[in-house]
């Protein structure tokens, strides 16, 4: 049965923490994945990506993405990650929220996060109003913590391809 059901994981991450919750949710049900990625190059210093980060955030950009490699309109069931940005979702997710117009799907999300979830779920529900919420879960410093948090994700995305069945 959960064979039956198309599952794609799209995820946004600046340092791999959200590619970490990302890769384990879709290898725990064998799901597609489709990573947003930014045209232009990111820095590769920490302080730099910050403040590449930091204005994204405070001038409500758009950034350009590479183009997509799976196309979210085929799929029933899709998990949607972000790292947590000034309070809600990352702004590539931005781009995929104008770029991609989701209506009736399960929808799944997960954030991961320094301090507190914020308001990224509720963000990220007002921009996919249509579809259907199977469940939101966050994750704290993910990488930190791999083997618990891994465990954390291969069960919650269990329980909710269950749920969605
Ligand atoms: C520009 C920027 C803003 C952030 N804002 C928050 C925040 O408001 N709350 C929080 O808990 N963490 C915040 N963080 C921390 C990230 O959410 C956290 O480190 C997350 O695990 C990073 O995921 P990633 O490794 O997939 O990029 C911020 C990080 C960046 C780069």
Known sequence: MADQIKKLVVYYSLNGNTAFIAKTIAEAIQA???VLQSKKMMPSSTILKLLWAGKQV???E???LLAFEKNPAEYDLIFLGTPVWAGSYASALRTFFATVALQHKNIA???C???SEGNA???MKEALAGNTFSGDMGFRAPLKNAEANAQ???EWAKMIQEKVL
């Open 121 to 123: 779920f509720q963000k």
């Open 62 to 64: 758009k950034p350009e």
């Open 58 to 60: 405070f001038t409500k």
């Open 152 to 154: 954390k994700a291969r």
């Open 32 to 34: 597609d994945v489709l």
């Open 109 to 111: 999300l997960f954030c």
């Open 113 to 115: 996060y320094g301090g």
